[in-house]
């Protein structure tokens, strides 16, 4: 049974750092791309960056690039966003999901399983 578990959100000052952590099970990391979508009260969810053995590391989002980074552990079979320097404007529900392929996509439709989500709230 696939399953995506994230855990690590919580409530951050600007300027200050999270580490997001998407734990898979029923799959391996090696056959399929996982990726780190965002999704903000009234917008549209929005691709971050994701990770895979075809594409290595793609980021999506420039609002994020430089402070964002995407990597996994493949032995815990556990991905993770490390996110710095996080702004007020971070502040969303983060989700991870995986690709029905083997590489990176920013397209939401391509990504058939996701996890339930986790929040972080930047604010002073």
């Known amino acids: 049974q696939v399953q995506l578990v994230e855990s690590g959100g919580g409530l951050v000052q600007p300027g200050g750092s999270l580490r997001l952590s998407c734990a898979a099970s029923?799959?391996?990391?090696?056959?399929?791309?996982i990726g780190w979508f965002r999704q903000a009260p009234g917008k549209e969810r929005e691709a971050l960056l994701c990770i895979s053995n075809y594409d290595g590391n793609k980021n999506y989002a420039d609002s994020v690039k430089g402070r964002f980074t995407i990597s996994r552990d493949k032995g815990n079979n556990t991905v993770y966003l490390q996110m710095n320097n996080l702004k007020p404007e971070d502040t969303a529900v983060y989700y991870c999901?995986?690709?029905?392929?083997?590489?990176?996509?920013?397209?939401?439709?391509?990504?058939?399983?996701w996890g339930q989500g986790t929040q972080v709230t930047v604010s002073s």
């Open positions: 029923g799959f391996s990391l090696d056959a399929n791309a």
């Open positions: 999901a995986r690709t029905y392929y083997y590489y990176c996509s920013g397209y939401a439709q391509r990504f058939d399983y």
